[in-house]
Nanobody, 127 residues
Framework: QVRLVESGGGLVQAGGSLRVSCAVS????????MGWFRQAPGKEREFVAA???????NYADSMKGRFTIARDNAKNTVYLQMNSLKPEDTAVYYC?????????????????????WGQGTQVTVSS
């Protein structure tokens, strides 16, 4: 059974940094693409960043230059490093796994690309 567990969320001041993690179990992690999404209160879930099994990355335009997605296949973990945080970055951050398409090398942009999800971790940025 595939399981995704996020950690590392919390409260940070505007301009600060935070790294969230997502540990994956239940499959051969290195063969699958991963993504991060977020959902703020009253808003739809939105794409943040993704990384393919080969390490290729893509980002939402508003996160480029501030957020970095990375993976550690030895630890079965994907990370999202967030710098220069703004109050509008406040949201629940979810990691997602493209569990239906091992070895897929295309880019990811939507939640429909991902079949497995974590429970989310809250990130709050104070002004």
């Amino acid at each position: 059974q595939v399981r995704l567990v996020e950690s590392g969320g919390g409260l940070v001041q505007a301009g600060g940094s935070l790294r969230v993690s997502c540990a994956v179990s239940g499959l051969t992690f290195r063969r699958y693409g991963m993504g991060w999404f977020r959902q703020a209160p009253g808003k739809e879930r939105e794409f943040v960043a993704a990384i393919s099994w080969t390490g290729g990355t893509n980002y939402a335009d508003s996160m480029k230059g501030r957020f970095t997605i990375a993976r550690d296949n030895a630890k079965n973990t994907v990370y999202l490093q967030m710098n220069s945080l703004k109050p509008e970055d406040t949201a629940v951050y979810y990691c997602a796994l493209d569990s239906r398409r091992p070895l897929y090398s295309g880019s990811y942009y939507t939640s429909a690309d991902f079949a497995s999800w974590g429970q989310g971790t809250q990130v709050t940025v104070s002004s």
